[in-house]
């Protein structure tokens, strides 16, 4: 069968402009987490972004590679649409993810297999790891801002500042840096690792 009539290639089509759409998403929530002034937040999710357009340009050179140019791709998916507050827009963000991680992509991977396509099943199985780590990421940042506990640690740890490297071991991050002044919402986020394979 002609590569642009399997489902695999439609399937890619759909995670390309998912993944597009994350990336927007996500650009959008930086820029609520930039005007609560919570800067290394907003940083957090722009590498996030960053790494959906990434996974944007692999579904898209996995097509191309594979089908060539062409003039249209229809497309015909449901895609997440919600706004809302920074703590929604993160609470939204984990359930996309999580929908990517278990459901979306291993569901894709599975197809990928089935029609022969190893290599593409390989790239949806490689995508699917690096959404549950983003998962994991806004799961702890919703929570963290909802209980304002982003910058609060029942054992002491360290602190340091993203704008002057003030360092400082505590239970609680400064409300303002004693060196440069700089607000708490600069202060470097301390970020779970759960999803990653060790
Ligand atoms: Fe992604
Ligand atoms: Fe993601």
Redesign the pocket.
């Known amino acids: 069968m002609e590569f642009i009539k399997t489902r695999t290639y439609q399937n890619l089509a759909n995670a390309f402009a998912g993944?597009c759409q994350?990336g927007m998403r996500y650009q959008m929530i930086a820029k609520l987490a930039m005007k609560e002034e919570m800067k290394t937040l907003a940083d957090t999710v722009k590498t996030i972004a960053k790494?959906?357009t990434l996974?944007a340009t692999q579904f898209f050179n996995a097509m191309l590679k594979n089908g060539g140019s062409r003039e249209n791709v229809k497309l015909d998916a449901g895609y997440p649409f919600h706004a809302g507050t920074l703590v929604e827009g993160l609470q939204f963000a984990e359930s996309d993810e999580t929908d990517?991680a278990t459901e979306i992509y291993p569901t894709f991977a599975k197809i990928a297999e089935e029609e022969g396509f190893m290599d593409i099943a390989g790239l949806f199985k490689l995508?699917a790891e690096?959404?549950k780590h983003?998962k994991a990421i806004f799961h702890y940042l919703a929570n963290a801002v909802k209980d304002g506990t982003l910058y609060k640690n029942e054992s002491p740890i360290i602190w340091v500042c993203s704008e002057c490297g003030h360092q400082h071991v505590s239970t609680e991050a400064w409300k303002v840096c004693p060196l440069c002044k700089a607000k708490q919402g600069y202060v470097e986020l301390h970020l779970p690792f759960e999803g990653v394979k060790l």
């Open positions: 993944e994350a790494n959906e996974h990517e995508v690096v959404e983003h």
